[in-house]
């Protein structure tokens, strides 16, 4: 059983034992405190509606209670998000696998129109760019179902790993298409896939991603959404990438390119964008080798997060049947924040 207490003096308490994990919050915001039956035990995780998005918060394990803080503005509606969904003061409700079955669909179609921003010397886009594009597209179709998380949320979607395969470079001023659709969950992880057609509907590559939430307050995983499970499968194979192990780090170090992590690095989470360490891998290639190659496959193993100020050390190494090795880490500790494989093959 779930009730709201609004007796003071409870909900003095419960501020006095939650002001550790929320002291950023205004008292005057504090709308109530969560009750739970003698059903409940300590690992019970309650899930408020703060703002437009979920929170998981403690659990008193003498009271069985929670503390419950309320927005004083109120947000916009998500898109595919009727006002009916919500709550009177314009809070999301919590939304079921019902809910996310019947507005969302299996699979996600994004057009995007190549910019002259987003090609290389070649006129053609830059791997980078086509992430970007998968991203992009990943998120909205997040976001429409009501399970894209956020720093108001207390917890995010992090890339775990990144399986790209590239048959074509699209070129300056093309309009591409991007389908992505969630694959399936293993344990914690959820998985996505996608591909990226021309205007003509051909493949122009395709890939998969591992993804996992993280608790922004205490920087662990988390379970996926229970809403996740109404999210639609589409009854589409994935993209036929080979089984390969994960990435290793070069055994023979080749070179090394030294980056300082910049404010424009950073994404809407305040960490480091997935395309950043794709970046710096690629930036360790010599100018004579990608003159003479052109990039295949993309294969992308984060390990730990980087942030504002931190200088990267990336290396790369020669691998086997046109493989890169590389490695990603972070010069104040040796820490490992990526490892990666890239396959290229001779330009024509």
């Known amino acids: 059983m779930l009730g709201l207490v609004h007796n003071p003096r409870i909900l003095r308490y419960a501020w006095t034992r939650y002001r550790p994990i929320l002291r950023r919050e205004d008292p005057a915001a504090v709308r109530g405190v969560v009750f739970l039956g003698p059903h409940s035990d300590k690992r019970t995780a309650v899930r408020c509606s703060l703002m437009k998005c979920e929170r998981t918060v403690g659990l008193s394990p003498f009271t069985r209670t929670m503390i419950l803080v309320a927005p004083q503005s109120r947000p916009s509606f998500r898109p595919g998000i009727t006002p009916s969904s919500h709550v009177a003061d314009g809070a999301p409700q919590l939304r079921s696998a019902a809910d996310v079955a019947a507005d969302t669909p299996a699979v996600w179609t994004e057009s995007f129109r190549v910019r002259s921003y987003e090609v290389g010397p070649d006129y053609r886009v830059t791997a980078q760019t086509l992430v970007d594009y998968f991203q992009e597209a990943a998120g909205n179709h997040a976001r429409l179902s009501g399970l894209d998380g956020g720093r108001e949320s207390g917890w995010v979607w992090v890339m775990l790993r990144f399986r790209l395969r590239i048959h074509s470079f699209p070129a300056w001023r093309s309009l591409v298409s991007v389908e992505t659709w969630v694959h399936g969950l293993r344990g914690a992880r959820a998985e996505r896939a996608f591909r990226i057609l021309d205007a003509d509907g051909e493949l122009l590559a395709e890939g998969t991603s591992y993804w996992v939430r993280i608790d922004l307050v205490r920087r662990r995983p988390m379970r996926p959404p229970a809403a996740l499970a109404g999210l639609p499968v589409p009854d589409r194979a994935a993209p036929s990438l080979d089984e390969r192990l994960a990435p290793e780090p070069p055994e023979s170090p080749e070179r090394e390119v030294l980056f300082t ?73 040796g820490k490992d924040l990526a490892w990666a494989r890239t396959t290229w093959i001779p330009r024509n």
């Open 261 to 333: 992590v910049r404010h424009s690095d950073l994404d809407v989470n305040r960490h480091v964008n997935n395309v950043c360490y794709l970046d710096w891998a690629l930036e360790a290639i010599p100018s004579a080798y990608r003159d003479a190659h052109t990039l295949a496959e993309v294969d992308l193993a984060f390990k730990a997060e980087s942030k504002f100020g931190d200088i990267i050390v990336s290396t790369v190494g020669s691998g086997a049947f046109g493989t890169r090795t590389h490695r990603l880490t972070r010069e104040a500790d």
